[in-house]
């Protein structure tokens, strides 16, 4: 049987209970925020790190970079100079390609009177390797009417040309060749001493004779001596035999003796 003041009592244990569960409610509320805060503070202290990290980083990068633009500078500077003296030895070639034509067309002229007097020489030389040196002359002379040899080309072979004439004043050579002897051609052996002496000698030593560029023409020597003579110069010449003094018969140049 309810009474009212069983139901008071009844009110009166509820409203103790639910007293007594509040601060309960209330402190794992506050447990629970202050979890959460530690999280979203690690979290915002990570982010921090992070931040940080990358600021180094880019400071690191900006240093970097700083050397780098420095280094690019000084390059920069380098370049400008080189480009400066490649401009002022452009201006050079170009004042000199203007020049090439001149000099070429001063130039042509003087190999064409070298290539002449080189010709003019030969024919007033001591007649040895005679059709060398004329085809020499002739390919020279065929060479300054082409247009597809350049000038400095043309100019080198003039020298060269000029060049072996020289040579052959200051050396000893022996070859075979073709002379008329007694009125029949003969091979004979020519041996050339410089320019000081011509002489020749046929193959068995019968016939033995010397170039007189006084008089221009052979001469023939009689003597044992002579073809012992001629005989040693060519085997001194061919190198079967060792450099020594050689006595030769030569000409006697004009006004000796007069």
């Not at 203007?98 to 001063?106: A, G, L, P, T, W």
């Not at 033995?208 to 003579?229: D, H, I, K, M, V």
């Amino acid at each position: 049987m309810n009474t009212p003041l069983m139901n008071r009592g009844r009110w009166l244990a509820l409203a103790a209970g639910l007293s007594l569960a509040a601060p309960a409610v209330a402190v794992d509320q506050v447990i629970a925020e202050g979890e959460k805060r530690v999280q979203e503070n690690t979290s915002a202290q990570a982010e921090v790190d992070k931040l940080d990290d990358r600021k180094r980083d880019l400071v690191a990068d900006y240093a970097t970079a700083l050397k780098v633009v420095d280094g690019l500078k000084v390059y920069n500077a380098l370049l400008r100079k080189q480009v400066d003296n490649q401009q002022s030895e452009l201006a050079v070639l170009a004042d000199s390609m203007d020049k090439v034509s001149v000099i070429e067309r001063q130039i042509s002229p003087l190999m064409l009177r070298m290539v002449e007097g080189l010709d003019e020489f030969v024919r007033l030389d001591v007649p040895f390797l005679a059709e060398e040196r004329s085809k020499r002359i002739g390919d020279l002379r065929a060479m300054m009417e082409r247009a597809d040899v350049t000038a400095a080309e043309k100019f080198r072979r003039v020298i060269e040309a000029f060049q072996i004439e020289n040579d052959y004043g200051r050396t000893l050579e022996a070859y075979r060749g073709t002379l008329e002897v007694d009125g029949t051609s003969q091979q004979v052996d020519f041996l050339r001493v410089g320019r000081v002496a011509l002489l020749y000698q046929s193959p068995g030593g019968e016939r033995s004779g010397r170039w007189n560029q006084g008089t221009r023409s052979w001469e023939p020597l009689s003597g044992a001596e002579f073809r012992a003579y001629i005989a040693r110069g060519l085997a001194m010449a061919r190198k079967q035999s060792a450099p020594d003094l050689l006595v030769l018969p030569v000409a006697a140049a004009e006004g000796v003796g007069q």
